[in-house]
């Protein structure tokens, strides 16, 4: 079956400028996850949707990033007034359990973001 | 909250040799160790998982270890193919926690 899909899977922003990222869980999967990923290093927890409700949003590096699942399936991630430091892969991934941590998780290809 | 730390940063093996990648973990609640290789331009992808009430498992050539007690997991790959080069991740998440904590990496480069 699918898998995990991003949108775009390249970005360029001006700093200053919105963006948003876009996340197909695989279907039926109740868990969906957004980490960030910089170059050289593991992927870094952003934030935490088991259906349509936002769990955990702890590693949002600041008020200028959100995210929301407003269906319980897709999920967009809005970076605000972007900055340099904001450059990185953003990865998504899905599970099909809804009791945490403790199962696999399965990632989509992720979105490059570049900010100039 | 959770660390893990991962050693070694790269590692270079003859094809047909085995690669040891190790990992240690700092909170004691953490019961779930996924292991994932990520090649460029793709996503990680989950090769192997443990869970704390098992110490070793295996699938064909990947191995994982685990010991609770030291609080540290290895990966083991046998017979290392070309097609194993990538980036290895280990990871750390909880029943409690929804995220998963991951180690920062080895580039694993198989020589033919």
Do not use: M
Request: glycine content about 8%; hydrophobic content about 30%; aromatic content about 10%.
């Amino acid at each position: 079956g699918a898998g995990v899909s991003q949108s775009p899977r390249y970005k360029v922003a001006k700093r200053g400028q919105d963006v948003a990222l876009r996340c197909d869980p695989i279907s039926g999967h109740v868990s969906l996850f957004w980490y960030q990923q910089a170059l050289g290093q593991g992927p870094e927890f952003l934030t935490y949707f088991q259906n349509e409700a936002q769990l955990d949003k702890s590693g949002l590096p600041s008020d200028r990033f959100f995210a929301e699942r407003p269906e319980g399936s897709v999920s967009t991630l809005k970076i605000q007034r972007t900055q340099q430091e904001d450059s990185a892969v953003y990865l998504c991934a899905s599970s099909s359990y809804r009791t945490g941590g403790d199962y696999e998780q399965y990632f989509g290809p992720g979105t490059r973001l570049t900010v100039t | 909250g959770e660390n893990v730390e991962q050693h070694p940063s790269t590692l270079s093996v003859q094809e047909g040799d085995s690669a040891v990648i190790k990992c240690t973990y700092s909170d004691s609640a953490s019961n779930y160790f996924p292991w994932y290789k990520q090649e460029l331009g793709k996503g990680p992808q989950l090769i192997i998982d443990i869970r704390s009430n098992v110490g070793e498992k295996k699938d064909q050539r990947i191995a994982v270890t685990l010991n609770k007690t030291a609080k540290h997991f290895s990966l083991h790959i046998t017979e290392t193919q070309p097609e194993d080069s990538a980036v290895y991740f280990c990871a750390a998440s909880s029943t409690n926690a929804g995220k998963s904590t991951f180690g920062d990496g080895t580039t694993l480069t198989v020589k033919p």
